[in-house]
């Protein structure tokens, strides 16, 4: 069967416009997705343990009698270890151990400088005390998320990690739990959803409050995660997941269309973009996914995605294609063309870059090494992969001598004096010889 899927031609005089229109995803349901969450973690911070065990019984069908019956016992992570297969469970201590040497550049140290006066001046590195790390269920299960979220607080130093992660219907992925023990989680709950978000941002008898919450969700938690933010930090308010692939002759079609694959068959909403100049690799793509996708086991879901959220770009030449995924700004981006690496110094708005035939975005969302909780709907035009340094706040360091105190007193006087605040001159005034 023919799959349909917008295809859009750089030539066109209206392109850019259609090209806003094709990434335009639905928000009329946003007003309704902001009222229920705000309720529910309105309800959480009045009423605690008992309003998140009333909905995680609700949306999960459980049927805790308090919150005891939801954190997971630390021995239990050790029993997921024995419960996965020997493959697995290497795969998982390689996977953690390579985000883990890769994250450990990432680390950003005190410094300080002193001046001729006297004056010592610097920034001190803080690990925080506490993150709260949000790991998807229903669906799908991720342990890869646990350790894209806990190796790198690890590594900054937090105090303590806690999980939270959704069990619908009681079912408990042995994967997600043993990913949680390689990477040195320290609690779990199982909850989800906005009631396990606004647990962890304002705490409760059971959950203490967090400093950050970090991790992707549904709808529901993107905004509990927006509505919280001020109170504690958050990492980024993740939409659908992305891909985009700059293409040329020298692509494997097969490649490609399983590399759009791995991103639509995350979920309905997920969008896969391929660009290029030559419109019959265009054609070569789609012949090879249309060849592929009935032996994918989720196809009617990559159909779906596709077909909704699917574009194919025809551009004049790959400089062209640079400049239509600069505007896009997309979570992942392939270059599976001939010369990847000089392509690769010219593209400036991604999340991650994954440079040259052999580098699929899937590697990296397993066990390359750098994050893939990236930035998503065009925020990689501001925003960076979560990394160490999110688990890491900086204080500056004013260490004044007397003389320095002088000279500065007399330059902040001139200034403080000029924008009318007296107290100020008169505090600097007071250090000057």
């Not at 409760?204 to 938690?221: L, R």
């Not at 909403?269 to 419109?279: F, G, K, M, T, W």
Request: hydrophobic letters at 45%; proline letters at 5%; charged letters at 25%.
């Amino acid at each position: 069967m023919n799959l349909s899927i917008t295809r859009l031609d750089t030539g066109a005089a209206d392109f850019w416009a259609e090209l806003k229109t094709a990434q335009y995803r639905d928000q009329s349901h946003v007003r309704d997705v902001s009222d229920t969450v705000r309720a529910i973690i309105d309800d959480v911070r009045e009423r605690g343990d008992v309003a998140v065990v009333e909905y995680t019984n609700r949306f999960d069908r459980l049927n805790a009698a308090s919150m005891a019956d939801l954190e997971m016992p630390a021995e239990r992570l050790a029993e997921a270890v024995e419960r996965i297969t020997p493959e697995q469970r290497g795969a998982l201590e390689q996977a953690a151990e390579r985000v883990r040497l890769y994250h450990k550049r990432q680390l950003s140290q005190s410094w300080d400088y002193t001046e001729q006066n006297g004056n010592r001046l610097g920034q001190k590195v803080t690990p925080l005390q506490r993150a709260g790390l949000y790991v998807p269920g229903g669906k799908a299960a991720y342990p890869s998320s646990v350790i894209m979220t806990a190796v790198p607080a690890k590594v900054a130093g937090v105090d303590e990690l806690m999980m939270v992660v959704p069990t619908p219907d009681g079912e408990v992925n042995e994967l997600v739990l043993a990913a949680a023990y390689f990477a040195g989680v320290d609690r779990v709950f199982t909850i989800g959803g906005a009631q396990a978000v606004a647990a962890l941002a304002y705490g409760t008898e059971a959950v203490p409050g967090v400093d950050k919450i970090v991790g992707p969700g549904n709808e529901y938690v993107a905004e509990a995660k927006r509505q919280v933010f001020g109170q504690v930090g958050i990492d980024m308010i993740a939409g659908p997941s992305e891909i985009a692939i700059i293409a040329d002759s020298s692509a494997n079609p097969e490649w490609v269309a399983m590399d759009l694959f791995s991103q639509a068959e995350h979920d309905e909403e997920a969008q896969s973009i391929l660009v290029l100049p030559d419109a019959d690799v265009i054609d070569a793509v789609q012949a090879a996914m249309e060849r592929l996708i009935d032996d994918m086991p989720r196809r009617d879901i990559i159909r779906q995605s596709l077909e909704n959220n699917g574009i194919l770009i025809r551009t004049a030449d790959l400089d062209e294609a640079v400049a239509v995924i600069d505007r896009i700004a997309p979570e992942h981006l392939e270059l599976a063309v001939s010369e990847p690496v000089a392509l690769e110094q010219q593209v400036r708005n991604a999340g991650a870059i994954f440079v040259g035939h052999w580098s699929a975005e899937a590697l990296g969302d397993y066990c390359a090494g750098p994050n893939h909780v990236l930035p998503t709907s065009g925020t990689a035009r501001f925003s960076s992969p979560l990394g160490v340094y999110d688990f890491q706040k900086r204080s500056s360091i004013i260490h004044c001598s007397p003389q320095g105190a002088s000279e500065l007193g007399r330059i902040s006087k001139i200034l403080a004096d000029a924008e009318s605040l007296t107290a100020h001159a008169r505090s600097a005034a007071y250090r000057i010889k």
